[in-house]
């Protein structure tokens, strides 16, 4: 019987399961979308070659157990006729993760699911010393809980106010969550501390007059980990306004991430142990 190669098959998706010869299969599924037709292709491929019944992960995608190692090519194969892949696992790049952001969502800020298929072109995949998370979320809300991963995307809205066009309502006062506007109705004087803002955007959405305007931009943070340590991911640069600025971000983090780590050692873990002073430096070259 020829040799089988688990660490291949479970960097192509299929995890060994305690039972001798069963894999669950993850599936690809970026920022959390898939088409209804691949719906039904993963529900005929859980009845025919799993046990019925599919597990729905905590990082958006799908998982069908009990796949036999003798069906794995077969499924593999009517995966591929469906337009569907199996996920990374191991050490490397996991499936890109995102709410449904400004295209759906009334709070969103950002284009979550094009930021998404971007993520999964770019950096799907990607060896590395151990597995990385990206996460995408759409606003201050932050749904997708952006600080979890060892690399998280918030959309935000910088604001800016426009005086003559304003009527010192004092609505913008009353949404702001961290009490950066201070309005004065009687001396129709408004105060707007730009160091307590965290982008939220309420002011915006909510000025009746479109007194306040903002722009969009990216709200990054780095080394979230959530399983056998717990660490908030921290954002140590201003928020950013073009997408390539964040894609050059991302490809600095990657690369001090394969230089600096050891192996199966998680980014936030590498950051603490080589010192944040020196990934900030990295991170200024391309600001």
């Known amino acids: 019987m020829a040799q089988v190669d688990y660490k291949e098959l479970k960097k192509g998706g299929f995890m060994k399961q305690i039972q001798r010869d069963r894999f ?116 201050r809300n932050n749904c997708l809980k952006a600080e979890e991963n060892d690399l998280g995307v918030k959309g935000g809205l910088q604001p800016a106010w426009q005086q003559d066009a304003c009527t010192f309502c004092g609505l913008c006062e009353a949404v702001c969550p961290t009490e950066a506007i201070a309005v004065d109705k009687t001396a129709r004087h408004l105060k707007f501390k730009q160091e307590q803002c965290t982008y939220c955007g309420k002011c915006v959405k909510s000025c009746p007059v479109d007194a306040w305007t903002g722009r969009r931009g990216f709200i990054v943070s780095f080394g979230g980990l959530f399983g056998n340590r717990i660490a908030i991911g921290k954002q140590t640069i201003p928020i950013l306004f073009e997408e390539e600025k964040l894609h050059a971000v991302i490809e600095t983090a990657l690369a001090f991430f394969k230089e600096q780590a050891k192996q199966g050692e998680r980014f936030r873990n590498t950051l603490d142990r080589v010192g944040w002073d020196l990934f900030q430096a990295k991170l200024e070259e391309v600001l």
């Open 24 to 139: 669950s299969l993850r599936l690809r599924v970026v920022g959390g979308q898939i088409k209804a037709e691949q719906l039904k292709k993963v529900y005929e491929l859980a009845g025919r070659y799993g046990q019925g019944y599919i597990h729905m992960t905590s990082r958006q995608s799908i998982e069908i157990p009990y796949i036999k190692l003798e069906d794995i090519d077969t499924v593999k194969r009517e995966l591929a006729e469906a337009g569907l892949q199996p996920g990374a696992c191991g050490p490397r790049v996991r499936t890109i993760t995102a709410c449904q952001g400004a295209a759906i969502c009334p709070s969103g800020m950002i284009d979550t699911s094009a930021l998404a298929k971007e993520f999964d072109e770019r950096y799907y995949a990607r060896e590395l010393p151990h597995k990385f998370k990206l996460g995408i979320t759409g606003c």
